[in-house]
Protein backbone atom coordinates (compact mmCIF):
# COMPACT_ATOMS: atom_id res chain seq x y z
CA UNK A 1 0.00 0.00 0.00
CA UNK A 2 1.25 3.20 -0.86
CA UNK A 3 2.12 5.69 1.78
CA UNK A 4 4.08 8.80 2.79
CA UNK A 5 7.73 8.84 3.75
CA UNK A 6 9.55 11.27 5.92
CA UNK A 7 13.29 11.98 6.42
CA UNK A 8 14.89 11.66 8.88
CA UNK A 9 12.78 10.27 11.61
CA UNK A 10 14.45 12.59 14.31
CA UNK A 11 16.66 15.59 13.98
CA UNK A 12 18.84 17.42 16.71
CA UNK A 13 19.86 20.80 16.16
CA UNK A 14 21.16 24.09 17.66
CA UNK A 15 19.08 26.82 18.24
CA UNK A 16 19.46 29.15 15.11
CA UNK A 17 20.24 26.50 12.69
CA UNK A 18 18.50 25.69 9.23
CA UNK A 19 17.01 22.50 9.51
CA UNK A 20 15.15 21.03 5.94
CA UNK A 21 12.74 17.89 6.72
CA UNK A 22 12.28 15.70 3.70
CA UNK A 23 8.95 14.46 2.37
CA UNK A 24 8.28 11.70 -0.57
CA UNK A 25 4.10 12.06 -0.78
CA UNK A 26 2.21 9.14 -2.94
CA UNK A 27 2.64 9.31 -6.07
CA UNK A 28 -0.51 10.35 -7.67
CA UNK A 29 -1.43 13.08 -4.88
CA UNK A 30 -1.52 16.60 -5.81
CA UNK A 31 -1.99 18.47 -2.72
CA UNK A 32 0.74 18.58 0.00
CA UNK A 33 1.08 19.33 3.80
CA UNK A 34 2.92 20.37 6.41
CA UNK A 35 1.60 20.07 10.12
CA UNK A 36 3.24 20.04 13.63
CA UNK A 37 2.45 18.64 16.56
CA UNK A 38 3.91 20.44 20.07
CA UNK A 39 4.73 17.26 22.73
CA UNK A 40 1.03 16.33 24.08
CA UNK A 41 -0.74 18.86 22.13
CA UNK A 42 -2.64 18.88 19.19
CA UNK A 43 -1.53 18.41 15.82
CA UNK A 44 -1.85 21.73 13.90
CA UNK A 45 -1.85 22.84 10.61
CA UNK A 46 1.50 24.92 8.83
CA UNK A 47 1.23 25.19 4.96
CA UNK A 48 -0.66 23.58 2.29
CA UNK A 49 0.99 22.92 -1.21
CA UNK A 50 -0.32 22.64 -4.79
CA UNK A 51 1.13 23.55 -8.67
CA UNK A 52 4.21 24.36 -7.15
CA UNK A 53 3.07 26.89 -4.62
CA UNK A 54 1.52 27.75 -1.50
CA UNK A 55 -2.06 27.29 -1.50
CA UNK A 56 -2.62 28.04 2.23
CA UNK A 57 -1.10 28.24 5.71
CA UNK A 58 -1.53 29.48 9.23
CA UNK A 59 -0.34 32.04 11.48
CA UNK A 60 2.64 29.61 12.35
CA UNK A 61 3.83 29.94 9.27
CA UNK A 62 6.38 32.63 9.33
CA UNK A 63 8.78 34.25 7.15
CA UNK A 64 11.29 31.86 8.80
CA UNK A 65 9.20 28.16 7.23
CA UNK A 66 9.24 27.70 3.63
CA UNK A 67 8.39 24.80 1.57
CA UNK A 68 9.61 23.85 -1.73
CA UNK A 69 9.09 20.60 -4.18
CA UNK A 70 12.51 21.08 -5.57
CA UNK A 71 11.58 17.70 -7.83
CA UNK A 72 9.02 15.54 -8.74
CA UNK A 73 8.60 13.50 -5.84
CA UNK A 74 9.95 15.43 -2.78
CA UNK A 75 8.48 18.07 -0.68
CA UNK A 76 10.27 19.85 1.81
CA UNK A 77 10.01 22.16 4.83
CA UNK A 78 12.82 24.54 5.49
CA UNK A 79 12.84 26.47 8.96
CA UNK A 80 15.93 29.04 8.29
CA UNK A 81 16.74 29.86 11.88
CA UNK A 82 15.39 27.53 14.55
CA UNK A 83 13.97 28.16 17.89
CA UNK A 84 13.67 26.07 20.82
CA UNK A 85 9.86 26.42 20.33
CA UNK A 86 10.41 24.74 17.11
CA UNK A 87 10.58 21.52 18.91
CA UNK A 88 8.25 19.14 18.08
CA UNK A 89 6.76 16.67 15.70
CA UNK A 90 6.21 17.55 12.34
CA UNK A 91 4.02 15.71 9.86
CA UNK A 92 3.95 15.45 6.20
CA UNK A 93 0.94 14.48 4.34
CA UNK A 94 -0.50 14.20 0.85
CA UNK A 95 -3.93 14.09 -0.51
CA UNK A 96 -5.35 12.93 -4.37
CA UNK A 97 -7.60 16.05 -4.40
CA UNK A 98 -8.13 19.24 -1.85
CA UNK A 99 -11.78 17.39 -1.06
CA UNK A 100 -9.89 13.98 -0.02
CA UNK A 101 -8.45 12.22 2.67
CA UNK A 102 -4.90 13.10 3.60
CA UNK A 103 -2.56 10.48 4.44
CA UNK A 104 -0.08 11.44 7.13
CA UNK A 105 3.74 10.01 7.34
CA UNK A 106 5.39 8.62 10.49
CA UNK A 107 6.74 12.29 11.34
CA UNK A 108 10.07 14.06 11.93
CA UNK A 109 11.14 14.82 15.23
CA UNK A 110 12.95 17.74 15.28
CA UNK A 111 14.73 18.63 18.77
CA UNK A 112 15.89 21.76 18.88
CA UNK A 113 18.92 22.47 21.49
CA UNK B 1 -14.61 29.98 15.84
CA UNK B 2 -11.96 27.61 14.05
CA UNK B 3 -11.50 25.69 17.02
CA UNK B 4 -13.14 21.70 17.72
CA UNK B 5 -12.86 20.73 20.66
CA UNK B 6 -12.48 16.91 21.68
CA UNK B 7 -13.01 15.11 25.35
CA UNK B 8 -12.46 13.55 27.19
CA UNK B 9 -8.54 13.60 27.30
CA UNK B 10 -8.15 10.41 28.28
CA UNK B 11 -10.63 6.96 28.64
CA UNK B 12 -9.88 3.79 30.16
CA UNK B 13 -12.59 1.01 28.83
CA UNK B 14 -12.60 -2.17 29.75
CA UNK B 15 -12.16 -4.84 26.79
CA UNK B 16 -15.36 -5.58 25.06
CA UNK B 17 -16.64 -2.58 25.68
CA UNK B 18 -17.98 0.90 24.09
CA UNK B 19 -15.73 3.98 23.53
CA UNK B 20 -16.72 6.93 23.01
CA UNK B 21 -15.16 10.23 22.40
CA UNK B 22 -16.85 13.62 21.80
CA UNK B 23 -16.27 16.20 19.70
CA UNK B 24 -17.96 19.88 19.36
CA UNK B 25 -17.48 22.56 16.40
CA UNK B 26 -18.53 26.26 16.33
CA UNK B 27 -17.97 27.11 12.82
CA UNK B 28 -20.65 25.76 10.61
CA UNK B 29 -18.65 26.21 7.58
CA UNK B 30 -17.01 22.35 8.46
CA UNK B 31 -18.28 20.34 6.26
CA UNK B 32 -15.73 17.20 6.09
CA UNK B 33 -15.14 15.35 9.45
CA UNK B 34 -12.78 12.48 9.79
CA UNK B 35 -11.46 10.52 12.64
CA UNK B 36 -7.35 9.77 12.94
CA UNK B 37 -5.96 7.09 14.90
CA UNK B 38 -2.59 7.39 15.82
CA UNK B 39 0.24 5.13 17.72
CA UNK B 40 3.11 6.39 19.68
CA UNK B 41 5.97 7.06 17.17
CA UNK B 42 3.95 7.15 14.29
CA UNK B 43 1.34 9.47 12.43
CA UNK B 44 -1.96 9.95 12.09
CA UNK B 45 -3.99 7.47 10.27
CA UNK B 46 -7.55 8.22 8.67
CA UNK B 47 -10.25 6.01 10.47
CA UNK B 48 -13.83 6.99 9.57
CA UNK B 49 -15.10 10.23 8.08
CA UNK B 50 -18.56 11.40 7.81
CA UNK B 51 -19.79 14.71 5.67
CA UNK B 52 -23.19 16.56 7.47
CA UNK B 53 -25.32 14.94 4.85
CA UNK B 54 -25.62 11.80 6.74
CA UNK B 55 -26.23 11.43 10.59
CA UNK B 56 -24.25 8.14 11.05
CA UNK B 57 -21.75 6.16 9.33
CA UNK B 58 -20.74 2.44 10.41
CA UNK B 59 -17.35 1.07 9.37
CA UNK B 60 -16.77 -2.37 11.03
CA UNK B 61 -16.81 -1.72 14.75
CA UNK B 62 -16.21 2.26 14.38
CA UNK B 63 -19.48 4.54 14.21
CA UNK B 64 -19.56 8.27 13.21
CA UNK B 65 -22.41 9.82 15.05
CA UNK B 66 -23.25 13.47 13.87
CA UNK B 67 -25.91 16.00 14.86
CA UNK B 68 -25.31 19.10 12.88
CA UNK B 69 -28.14 20.93 14.64
CA UNK B 70 -26.08 20.73 18.26
CA UNK B 71 -22.43 21.09 16.58
CA UNK B 72 -21.25 18.03 17.52
CA UNK B 73 -20.08 14.80 16.27
CA UNK B 74 -18.56 11.58 18.13
CA UNK B 75 -16.94 8.28 18.26
CA UNK B 76 -17.93 5.34 19.18
CA UNK B 77 -15.78 1.85 19.18
CA UNK B 78 -18.09 -1.05 20.10
CA UNK B 79 -16.53 -4.40 21.34
CA UNK B 80 -13.04 -2.22 22.07
CA UNK B 81 -10.16 -4.14 22.48
CA UNK B 82 -6.47 -3.32 23.38
CA UNK B 83 -4.98 -3.32 19.62
CA UNK B 84 -7.61 0.03 19.66
CA UNK B 85 -5.45 1.34 22.28
CA UNK B 86 -4.00 5.10 20.61
CA UNK B 87 -4.51 8.40 20.78
CA UNK B 88 -7.52 9.53 18.70
CA UNK B 89 -8.29 13.13 17.07
CA UNK B 90 -11.42 14.29 15.54
CA UNK B 91 -10.87 16.95 12.71
CA UNK B 92 -12.80 19.46 10.53
CA UNK B 93 -12.42 21.20 7.43
CA UNK B 94 -14.62 23.27 4.99
CA UNK B 95 -14.91 22.68 1.35
CA UNK B 96 -12.44 24.47 -0.34
CA UNK B 97 -10.03 24.75 2.36
CA UNK B 98 -7.00 22.36 2.91
CA UNK B 99 -6.49 22.73 6.54
CA UNK B 100 -7.82 20.04 8.93
CA UNK B 101 -8.46 21.76 12.31
CA UNK B 102 -7.46 18.66 15.39
CA UNK B 103 -9.16 18.26 18.33
CA UNK B 104 -7.25 18.26 21.30
CA UNK B 105 -7.14 14.57 21.11
CA UNK B 106 -8.28 11.86 23.70
CA UNK B 107 -5.78 9.11 24.98
CA UNK B 108 -7.88 5.65 24.99
CA UNK B 109 -6.75 2.51 26.83
CA UNK B 110 -8.22 -0.43 26.59
CA UNK B 111 -7.38 -2.78 29.74
CA UNK B 112 -7.21 -6.17 29.02
Known amino acids: EPEVTQTPSHQVTQMGQEVILRCVPI?????FYWYRQILGQKVEFLVSFYNNEISEKSEIFDDQFSVERPDGSNFTLKIRSTKLEDSAMYFCASSVVRENEQFFGPGTRLTVL | QQQVKQSPQSLIVQKGGISIINCAYE??????FPWYQQFPGKGPALLIAIRPDVSEKKEGRFTISFNKSAKQFSLHIMDSQPGDSATYFC???????????FGQGTRLTINP
Open chain 2, 91 to 101: AANTQGAQKLV
Open chain 1, 27 to 31: SNHLY
Open chain 2, 27 to 32: NTAFDY
